[in-house]
């Protein structure tokens, strides 16, 4: 194990010294800006120091045996060859908070990149081999649109390989949990979200606002907890709204991810773009308000304004699925029993976030809120000693934190007797 910490401790040096030029291999193929790429980086990083303090503390139990001649250990070994599956949207990070874990327990690990974003991982494997980890620890598979369902059934069901760590849609997940399901797989699946945001009439609205700009529009709204559905309660609703679109209009800036002033990257893809057009026409004809934007940016091709919508509704299209993109929909509600159902109405829940100054509230809505992570009067809340992750259908198990490792460690128990 202190040979694995080393290597994983070089590994993220390597990053840091690198951090510029992986920073701009993500901007040229996710499109997101430069700066946030640069914090990408540095959070991806951040996984693999956090893994190699980790990889020293992976402790067994002795266990006190009921007969005086037994004893009764308790060892905790790696479960084999894990299969990572990851997204676009954070090409660098999310390989290293499943790797950087996988590696620590002392996994080997076959990565297929998305698609749309191979160089980022390709690029790891690079520095790991300057980080001194073995050959074969750390393998890469890029592969094309065509062939990606084929190599990721290969993945799932090939009695090799002893793990899937998958993040990306639910519809995939649940492709990719039938596959594994064949051979028993161990399996962890960070899966779409659908955040609700709830501002209560007790909230600091400047601060509420800056935590949505933040929440909604970071990577361009492209997170699985970015928010998808924000509820503000009437007596500020007016107010929150006037603010919101004011901040979105001052702060937001659309352009080329390398231009330094630019806040807002392209979207993935065209078909990104089409769902976000879809869900605000579907809006706009159940009588919600475009209150700024509302269309393709004049930049062209995958730029989209980013887009505030109020009086909608739970009937509205982007408030039953994941958007994906810069459009955030504002629901005016009464109650908080009635904010607490609208939120938990979703059969997901990944993030999800409200903003109060009412102690005994905080206290009843984040415990009521059927989601794997809440963030109170803050809207960011990723970080690398949190266990992150989702319930309902966002998935199974939690990656970051000190509960990370133990998705790639099998429980042995040893019965020592005749002593």
Known sequence: SQERSVRLRRWYELMVENKEELARIITAENGKP????????????????????????????????????????????????????????????MITRKVGAALAAGCTVVVKPAEDTPLSALALGELANQAGIPAGVYNVVPCSRQQTAAVGEILCTDPLVSKISFTGSTATGKILLKHAAGTVKRVSMELGGHAPFIVFDSANVDRAVAGALASKYRNSGQTCVCTNRFLVQKGI??????????????????????????TQGPLINEKAVEKV???????????????????????????????????????????????????????????????????????????????????????????QLEVGMVGVNEGIISSVEC?????????????????????????????IGGL
């Open 277 to 367: 057009e879809k869900h605000i026409k579907d809006a706009v004809s159940q009588g919600a308000s475009i209150v700024t934007g509302g269309k393709r940016h004049s930049l062209g091709k995958n730029f989209f304004e980013p887009t505030l919508l109020s009086n909608v509704t739970t009937k509205m299209l982007c408030t039953q699925e994941e958007t994906f993109g810069p459009l955030a929909p504002v629901i005016k509600f009464e109650t908080e029993a009635e904010a607490v159902a609208i939120a938990n109405a979703a059969n997901v829940g990944l993030a999800g976030y409200f903003y109060s100054q009412d102690p005994a509230q905080i206290w009843r809505v984040a415990e």
């Open 237 to 262: 609703h007016d107010e929150f709204v006037e603010k919101f679109a004011k901040a979105i209009e001052k702060e937001l800036h659309v352009g080329n991810g390398f231009d330094a002033k630019t």
């Open 387 to 415: 266990p992150f992750g989702g319930v309902k259908e966002s998935g199974l198990g939690r990656e970051g934190s000190k509960y990370g490792v133990d998705e790639y460690l099998e429980i042995k128990y040893v019965c």
């Open 34 to 93: 430069l700066k946030e790429a640069q914090g990408e980086i540095m959070y991806s990083a951040s996984f693999l120091e956090w893994f190699a303090e980790e990889a020293r503390r992976i402790y067994g139990d002795v266990i006190p045996a009921s007969a005086k001649d037994r004893r009764v250990l308790v060892l905790k070994q790696p479960v084999g060859v894990a299969a990572i599956i990851t997204p676009w949207n954070f090409p660098s990070a």
